[in-house]
């Protein structure tokens, strides 16, 4: 006997989305009223002193085969978002939002068409590219002593091949407004401080901090590999976080933060893939 899933109130229609998506937002923003004293919005223009860590972000990516003018605006919409995040002191005790800061990305307020991600395939909104500032930003985060409070992930799913890739896959966001947000909290008893602007080529990121860290971050994958499973391609590895005291050199710990095990979306011709070995001739 077959059982049928029931869909859910915001699956039936557009209308039930919009709907569904609007109360998400009421809620969101209802909690951020009585949580306001704990957002970081303060901003001082000054530099901090110690730089925790730099990265730089490729804007215009070639991703399988998205029409390359969503690069061009998204490179738009970065361009916008950056001077509301950049130079944000997250004092102790604080929790950064990346919605908070930002708003909502309107066309009134000059955002243009971007790529989004929407369930299991690529579209497009106004606004999207977002999720580059945001994955910036937490991987930046990854490398500090901060408590990451809120992180979603585009769950088991690849959607792009790899092209000038720098960080592991699986670290990357999904974000939407407001409800789905990237959020941190400063645990320390330091000042930090997000520097976040755009060149024409790239997005740039540092975290600086009032005081050096006592320990530093490395983040790495291991054991990454395509596996062929029941006739689909899954991306397949782990990304670990290791602990270094800056002092002694010393390796304090080894943490795993993703295993992935992701379904291809793309075209896999090309791909190294190991081969699902049947059940019944493991056992042989």
Known sequence: MTTIKRKLFCEISPLTYAISEKKCIFIRSVKNLVGLRHLAKTRQEKNLKYVIYRHNSLIRR???NVNMELQENKAVNLGLAAPKINKILIRPGETFSFWYLVGKTTAKMGYKEGLTIFGDHTASGTGGGMCQMT???????????????EHHHHDGLDLFPDFQRKIPFGTGTSIMYNYLDYRFRNTTDRTYQLIVYTTDEYLCGELRADSPQRYKYHIQAEDVYFSRENGVVYRNGKVYRDKVDCVTGNHLGRKLIRVNHAKVMYDTEGLDIREEVPSEEATV
């Open 135 to 149: 994955n910036l930003i937490h991987w930046m985060i990854l490398h500090s002593e901060m408590k990451i409070t």
């Open 62 to 64: 070639r991703l399988g």
